[in-house]
């Protein structure tokens, strides 16, 4: 799938970016990976851990459309995964947010159509679902437009999915540095104790991007089946000698989240591992994952209802690296 190919990553300085960068590195023979991202230190930092001379470093920003036509020339496929992602300072810098998680996504699309780029496989969120922040709003924002292009790009070959997960362990807007560190103070502040949410593994996130490249027919949004857990649990799991304290939940914060809306469930398909919602377009085949089961009327799937969560012990054992 991936060998002889050159494969892009937008964003691919972060917590994400590295993680597929070593696995694809140590998996495949690939012509070449190329990172592009606006932080030249961490550029630097990264080409030092990696030492591969299949890497490529392209300093550059999804805003702007021209530089993404550069780094596109001759690019099989592109994970896109740069985003502005934490919801506080989404919901007080609104418009720089909706200039890299929206406009950037359109600039993506139309450079990838262009340069004729053969796969691309953009990185959602549970928040994009049911959105009630300006992160989870752009990011749905973004998953209408990676669909759509599907259609613009017309009789080309290019095709766009999207993956979309939950919270990731250890990516760098985890909470568990900072209940780690709250630790010191004795006092774990717990926004709401009912709180609850997806959890999903670097690795596992990676897995399931590799998997969406191999199964994509283009226009499908893939979702994983993963665990759930309660925030109590973990707060836990990182610091048991502590109390905790309830403080009240941030702006643009949900109770639970969702990753497939009721809506959504009348045209998804569910698999052994993962879920595909299906576009609602004419050109759509319906055949095109024909061993996927269509779910009951009244599906949801959201944090709060999942059929997995992790145990104390199992989160105890999972973040033990992070």
Not at 206 to 230: D, R
């Amino acid at each position: 799938m991936l060998d002889g190919r050159t494969v892009l990553v937008t964003g691919g300085t972060g917590s994400f970016g590295k993680k597929f960068t070593r696995i694809v590195l140590d998996r495949y023979s690939i012509k070449k990976l190329i990172i592009l991202s606006r932080d030249e230190l961490k550029q630097s930092q990264m080409s030092g851990k990696f030492n591969d001379s299949r890497l490529r470093f392209f300093i550059g920003d999804v805003r702007d459309r021209e530089r993404l036509q550069r780094a596109f020339d001759e690019v099989d496929i592109v994970i896109h995964a740069a985003a502005l992602k934490r919801v506080p300072e989404c919901e007080y810098n609104p418009f720089e947010a909706i200039k890299t998680n929206v406009i950037g996504a359109q600039n993506i699309i139309n450079a990838a159509i262009d340069k004729g780029v053969k796969r691309i496989v953009a990185l959602s969120t549970d928040k994009a679902a049911n959105p009630i922040n300006l992160y989870g709003a752009t990011k749905l924002c973004s998953d209408k437009l990676f669909i759509a292009g599907n259609s613009y790009a017309g009789s080309q070959d290019t095709r766009f999915a999207v993956v979309r997960y939950g919270n990731v362990m250890g990516s760098r807007g985890s909470v568990i540095p900072f209940f780690r560190e709250k630790k010191k103070t004795g006092k774990i502040p717990i926004t709401d104790p009912r709180m609850t949410r997806f959890w999903i593994s670097l690795e596992d996130g990676v897995g399931m991007v590799l998997t969406a490249l191999e199964k994509m027919q283009g226009g499908e949004i893939f979702v994983p089946k993963i665990p759930s857990m309660k925030i109590t649990d973990l707060a836990q799991a990182i610091a048991p000698e502590c109390q905790q304290e309830t403080v009240g939940i941030r702006p643009g914060e949900k109770l639970h989240e969702a990753m497939i809306t009721r809506a959504d469930a009348r045209h998804t398909l569910e698999f052994e591992d993962y879920y595909i919602i299906q576009p609602e377009f004419n050109w759509w085949n319906s055949s095109n994952h024909k061993d996927g089961k269509p779910l009951p009327d009244g599906f949801e799937y959201t944090s709060d209802r999942n059929k997995q969560w992790l145990t104390i012990e199992e989160m105890q054992e999972k973040i033990k690296g992070l």
